[in-house]
């Protein structure tokens, strides 16, 4: 079974930084693009930033200039470099990946992370 895990959330103040890493685990064959998304209380789930095999990313206009997604594949994992946080990007981050798993790896599916917390405070 394929599962991610997103780990390096918490609570920083407004100007700071933080770095979010999420691990793909499993019988995986391979891994094509990675997300992050964010949901905030009362609001919808946004996409954030999204990269691709190859490496081309895009961004969020709340978060461009700001945020910058990264992978490595080797390890299956994608990270998000949060830098200048203000309160509007307290919200749960969630990793998002479209992968092939072993058991069948003819066709991309697509996983969510459980999510990791991240408050900045004012």
């Known amino acids: 079974q394929v599962q991610l895990v997103e780990s390096g959330g918490g609570l920083v103040q407004a100007g700071g930084s933080l770095r979010l890493s999420c691990v793909a685990s499993g019988r995986i064959f391979s891994i094509n693009s990675m997300y992050w998304y964010r949901q905030a209380p009362g609001k919808q789930r946004e996409l954030v930033a999204a990269?691709?095999?190859?490496?081309?990313?895009n961004y969020a206009d709340s978060v461009k200039g700001r945020f910058t997604i990264s992978r490595d594949n080797a390890k299956n994992t994608v990270d998000l470099q949060m830098n200048s946080l203000k309160p509007e990007d307290t919200a749960v981050y969630y990793c998002n990946a479209d992968i092939r798993p072993t058991t069948y790896h003819l066709s991309y599916l697509n996983y969510w992370g459980q999510g990791t917390q991240v408050t900045v405070s004012s």
């Open positions: 990269i691709t095999s190859g490496g081309s990313t």
